[in-house]
């Protein structure tokens, strides 16, 4: 009796750790396995045959990753605080090393990514981190790619979503939008008048070539203050249509 007791439970214990050998990876995961605590290979995916009590595996998820990171204090190179966040795209591409060289590679890149936002856009102006996010994305990219690649890990892309200034800074860059389009409404109008004497010029020019040409605009021009409704119209009279009158 107890020898039959014996050799089902033994069965069992068999089965069970028959089962516990194997292992189906999905096609976006491998498994670094260890043998007795040595890196022995990178497998998969499909079906994983280990050996229990010796060998030990590790999934590794191949897909990229989309990590959010968190508002940073930031201090521009003109001394302007604000508070900026980011979002980073990335994917393992080596799983030994994602494994053997860093211990948690999400929290790693995480805490690197959030360090190397503020390392970059401190070197550079506020009005640089509003019009030109697409470099500085570039350049924190670049960083953390040459810095996660001993980590197995590939950057894909960062993004910069959303850069937070406090209400006086808001209120210092609307006036000095206004300023500047005050600055330009007034250099356009200089410009108009410039070109409106210059146009002016070159017709007191043609004027003056022949003798009854001004006095063909005065008529001109009286005739169009007739037009109108006041009821009194004051309108110069020039020398030069006396001047026959008083040669005569």
């Known amino acids: ?92 591409l080596d799983p030994q090393k994602a494994i053997i060289q860093v211990e948690d590679f999400l929290m790693a890149t995480s805490q690197l990514a959030q360090t190397t936002l503020r390392a970059v856009l401190g070197k550079h102006e506020l009005d640089e981190l509003l019009a030109e996010r697409e470099r500085l994305n570039l350049d924190i990219r670049q960083v953390l790619d040459a810095q996660t690649d001993a980590w197995g890990i590939k950057v894909a892309n960062v993004e910069i979503k959303h850069v937070d200034l406090n209400e006086s800074m808001i209120r210092a860059i609307a006036r000095q939008a206004e300023a500047e389009r005050e600055r330009r409404a007034k250099v356009i109008h200089a410009e108009g008048e410039l070109q409106a004497s210059e146009k002016l010029m070159q017709a007191a020019e043609m004027l ?14 009286l005739g169009t203050i007739a037009g109108d409704k006041s009821s009194t119209i004051v309108f110069p009279l020039p020398i030069e249509m006396l001047k026959g009158f008083v040669d005569k």
């Open 1 to 92: 009796m107890f020898f039959e007791l014996g050799i089902g439970a033994l069965l069992a214990f068999a089965a069970v750790l028959l089962l516990s050998a194997f292992r189906i990876l999905r096609e976006y995961e491998r498994g670094v396995v260890f043998q007795l605590g040595r890196f022995w290979r990178v497998k998969g995916p499909g079906l994983v045959l280990l050996i229990p009590g010796v060998q030990q595996m590790v999934r590794v998820d191949l897909r990229t990753v989309v990590l959010d990171v968190p508002p940073q204090d930031v201090i521009t190179r003109d001394n302007v605080s604000v508070k900026v966040n980011a979002v980073l795209y990335f994917r393992v």
């Open 208 to 221: 003056g070539r022949q003798s009854g040409a001004m006095q063909l605009r005065y008529m001109q021009t």
